[in-house]
């Protein structure tokens, strides 16, 4: 295991898959590194792509929104993405493209040591929490993993996409409120 500072320039230097030749930065991901809560998305898009930042653009505003509404800040979780780098037009990110990064998240998540992980979207609720997942039926539920509590919600994206999906996602948000006093140590 590598810790923060060999992690962030073995990302920075990555080219296990075609996303290395297309992108301008790597999104390592950020927050504190401390964090009981960490947030997962699929990948980053267009402005993360700019900005070398996780969740910047429209996406991560209303990301920025929801922490607020539950009292959490930016700050103080930690925010990642399953491929530290662009896939073009914003697709979902291939399993190849999954599989070369997924040693990276596997490495953060070691030295971080949450107690709290949210999958934002179906992408990453698949690659995390169970290959078979179907966001629609099951975000908002918990599952164990590892001594790790695990959920997904809708991703900020989606929600932009399709309003009307927004009163589900502010449920699994007051549930991870709940979770979070429960389980965390930490005040948020």
Not at 34 to 61: C, H, K, N, W, Y
Not at 106 to 124: D, E, H, M, Y
């Amino acid at each position: 295991m590598l810790g923060w500072d060999a992690l962030y320039e073995a990302c920075k230097n990555c080219r296990n898959c075609d996303l290395a030749d297309t992108r301008h930065n790597v999104v390592f991901g950020e927050g504190a590194r401390d964090s009981e809560v960490m947030f997962i998305g699929e990948g980053p898009g267009e402005q993360e792509d700019l900005t070398g930042r996780p969740f910047v653009g429209r996406a991560g505003q209303l990301l920025d929104d929801m922490l607020s509404m539950i009292d959490l800040r930016r700050e103080r979780v930690f925010i990642g993405n399953i491929v530290k780098c662009r896939p073009p037009g914003n697709r979902d990110p291939l399993n190849i493209e999954q599989e070369a990064c997924i040693g990276y998240l596997r490495n953060q998540v070691a030295l971080l040591r949450p107690k709290i992980i949210v999958c934002l979207g179906r992408v990453s609720a698949m690659k995390l929490i169970r290959e078979d997942f179907k966001i629609t039926r099951e975000h908002g539920q918990w599952t164990e993993k590892a001594g790790v509590w695990m959920t997904a919600t809708y991703h900020p994206a989606a929600l932009l996409r399709d309003p009307g999906k927004r009163p589900d996602s502010f449920a699994d948000l007051r549930a991870l409120r709940a979770k979070i006093r429960e389980v965390c140590d930490h005040t948020y």
